[in-house]
């Protein structure tokens, strides 16, 4: 049984909210929006059929029109951010929830994911639905949140709380590295995995004012495991001091971190290359070099 790490009444209740802050927490899903649309033009093909998980009111849409979902577009958005999603990408057919298989088996060329499988319990399974989704040879892009993410922020909250209440409580989720990535890619079926990381530096006049703005994306703490009493306001005002001591600017402001991670991989097809199997090789690689081969350990020269 999956482990449940994220409460799904608090991530609705999250993305309810910030349906109602929206545009103010977009601005990282352009971004991802913009990363995503760059490694779908490396592709050097259309896709005519598009599926986009986690739809940020059409973001994603339209930053890959021209490139894909001239045919069809489907979009699949937590219920709360479901209308507005509508709302932003008229041309499309969205479905409210968070399963890509809502929207069919087998039926895109491409499916894309944009900021919303690192706050999912089973981001594996998701993996496997987005692949699920596509037709033989398809191409899967995700975007999602790095590891190293907000590391200021951890710091500065675990430090004020074990400061002030002697211990510390689940605040920020925890977040995979770029090389664990390529694993789950894997095991989700994908051909040809590949991952990369873009980190983002973000300053703000304040810590609050970050903390605002992750609850305008709807990144707010949703742990099951978190501490259900409103974080006290002595801790508070020192994870800010902390946060302001440790990493500001000259000039006052803080900065933040973000890691934004992007993922690639194929559909399995009957067309694609694949590695040989180890020992069936029918050519000797010196020979396609035009170099005398040696046996192991002896010296060039010798």
């Not at 609850?215 to 001091?241: I, S």
């Amino acid at each position: 049984m999956t482990p449940m790490l994220f409460d799904e009444a608090a991530l609705s209740l999250r993305a309810a909210r910030a349906a109602r802050l929206w545009p103010r927490g977009a601005f990282l899903h352009a971004r991802a929006a913009e990363g995503l649309a760059e490694r779908a033009a490396d592709a050097a093909r259309a896709f005519p059929r598009l599926l986009v998980h986690g739809a940020a009111a059409g973001l994603y849409a339209h930053a890959l029109a021209g490139r894909a979902g001239a045919g069809e577009t489907v979009q699949i958005e937590a219920a709360p951010l479901a209308p507005l999603a509508a709302a932003g990408a008229p041309g499309a057919r969205t479905l409210a929830g968070t399963e890509p298989l809502l929207a069919g088996e087998g039926r895109f060329d491409l499916s894309v994911s944009g900021l919303a499988l690192h706050r999912m319990n089973d981001p594996v399974g998701a993996l496997i639905q987005l692949r699920r989704a596509l037709r033989p040879d398809g191409f899967f892009l995700g975007a999602l949140f790095g590891g190293r993410s907000l590391h200021e922020l951890r710091a500065a909250l675990a430090e004020a709380e074990i400061a002030e209440e002697g211990g510390l409580s689940p605040r920020v989720a925890p977040m995979a590295d770029v090389r664990d990535l390529g694993g789950l890619l894997q095991r989700a079926g994908f051909a040809m995995p590949a991952a990369d990381v873009e980190r983002v530096t973000v300053d703000y006049a304040d810590p609050l004012a970050l903390m605002r703005d992750l609850r305008a994306m709807g990144e707010a703490n949703a742990l099951a495991a978190r501490r259900r009493t409103p974080l006290r306001r002595a801790t508070l005002a020192r994870a800010c001091a902390l946060y302001a001591e440790h990493f500001s600017r000259p000039d006052g402001r803080v900065t933040a971190t973000v890691e934004i991670v992007y993922l690639a991989g194929w559909s399995p097809g009957p067309d694609q290359p694949t590695a040989k199997r180890p020992g069936s090789a029918s050519a000797r690689l010196a020979d396609a070099l035009g170099a005398v081969e040696r046996p192991a350990g002896e010296k060039a020269g010798s």
